[in-house]
């Protein structure tokens, strides 16, 4: 057999065999990547956490994420310390916690975040000494009631969403560390966001995601800071999870196979403390992360916008109806220099609308599209032929590059299946059935360049068309 395929490759003209080549290369690079992601979300065997200490301490532990790590934990035979703002739910959530595992101690922490924050990590400093606590779960976290532009945001609302999500997490994680550093020993976990992470930006919950971005930065720098003292400090990094704060800023009522209930994520969570500096522990979240590479930033940057608007799919294809959304009876003058871009949506809002009463949406979607149907069709502007030539050529970039996006996930797919259908092995590569597949894979990889020079020349236009409009 090995001779037929040497025999086999000799006879191939050399550009192919190049191609195949960076092909081969590609392939095997995913392949491992794809191995050791299944073995860390799946088979890798979780640390004995008991070895970190006796005691774990959680904060925002009476509901949602927090509530869900301080069972597993208590279910991994470690005592508790909770800390919440509500006393009564915290007594709650204790013995729920005391009804399953009856072994488990539990102390209680009343401490509110966004108040005297000092006061409160003193009372923390003072109920854990002499405790033996490995375990710190830095889950505290809040956000916008809703999506905002970040001149519409109260002071007083980020500036606790900063004292929460920020000072808090920092203050506790000083209180904790200083007896894992006597001990030698520790784990500390604290919850990012793929706000900060996954997408790069997150337009209308700007300061939630910019906090988030802090506790990645800290959690990775202290990690390396304290790695020599035993202790591993990890950025784990959720995206959605059905809980109270998700179901109020996204809409999201039920859980699904991306966005999993609290107990489940926390249970993937548990898994992991104590390995990598920054992880996302939910396999079906990593899948989402790792689609999420494949599009071109724009993209993701117009979806983020548009969802939290309400009106997704159509914003990404017509960038202007999020603005429009936003300026219906309010600062109408800024968006004035993007009318031009309406000129250029007309074509696919009026088939989008023809097509809308079929598509399936949630009730806000509904609504918000139904405005702007309203607002935006039927209209005519007075523009010059080169302002006409500016908005077609913005639309036309903004569309090739979605349906590119579109075209690489698809054409990364169907080489995926055909891979694992036809057990895709390098010394059969050379079949004529799988030339098509080896070739999908070769293109993918060595048109990496021109595809980055593409997107950053698409990003440039549309980045200096909407300047320009901006600016008339
Ligand atoms: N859910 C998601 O999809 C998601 C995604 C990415 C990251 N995260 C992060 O995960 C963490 C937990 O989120 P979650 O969805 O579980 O939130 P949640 O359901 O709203 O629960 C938040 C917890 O924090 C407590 N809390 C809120 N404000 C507080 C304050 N000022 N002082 C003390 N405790 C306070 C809450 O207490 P009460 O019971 O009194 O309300 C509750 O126990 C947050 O850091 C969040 O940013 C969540």
Known sequence: MIPACIHHLTTQPSWLLFLSFI??????????????????????????????????????????????????????????????????????????????????????IPLDFSGNISAGVRLIEDEIKGLDVGILINNV?????SAMYFHEVDEKVWMNIVKVNLEGTTM???????????????AIVNIGS????????????????????????????????????????????PLYVATKMVSKVAAIERSSLFIPLADDYAEAAVRQIGYEARCTPYWAHSLQWCFARLLPEPLLDSWRLSIDNGCEFFSILCPGFHQRAQTQGQSLD????????????????SVM?????????????????????????????????FQRVVSFTYYLVRVVSFTYSLVRVVSFTYSLVGVVRDSYIPFTLFSSAHYFQLTIFSLLSSAYCLQLTLLSLAYYAQDAAVRYWVEL
């Open 23 to 108: 092909g081969f290369l590609s392939f095997l690079k995913h392949s491992i990547s794809i191995l050791k992601w299944v073995f860390i979300t799946f088979l890798r065997p979780p640390k004995n956490l008991k070895k970190y200490g006796s005691w774990a301490l959680v904060t925002g532990a009476t509901d949602g994420i927090g509530k869900a790590f301080a069972r597993q934990l208590a279910r991994k035979g470690l005592n508790l310390i909770i800390v919440s703002r509500n006393y009564d739910k915290l007594r709650t959530v204790s013995k729920e916690i005391q009804a399953d595992f009856p072994y488990t101690q539990i102390k209680i």
């Open 141 to 145: 976290g809040i956000t916008y009631p």
């Open 194 to 237: 793929g706000a900060a992470i996954v997408v790069p930006s997150h337009p209308l919950f700007t300061i939630y995601a910019a906090t988030k971005a802090y506790i990645d930065k800290l959690s990775k720098s202290l990690d390396v800071e304290y790695k020599h003292y035993g202790i591993d400090v990890q950025c784990q990094v």
């Open 353 to 385: 609308c023809k097509i809308f009463p079929y598509i399936p949406m949630r009730g806000n979607q509904v609504k918000v599209m139904s405005e702007l149907s309203a607002l935006c069709v039927p209209y005519s502007l007075e523009l010059s032929a």
């Open 334 to 349: 800024f968006y004035i220099g993007l009318e031009g871009l309406r000129e250029a949506e007309s074509l696919t809002l």
């Open 172 to 186: 506790v994680t000083k209180a904790v560390l200083s007896g894992m550093i006597q001990r030698k020993r520790g």
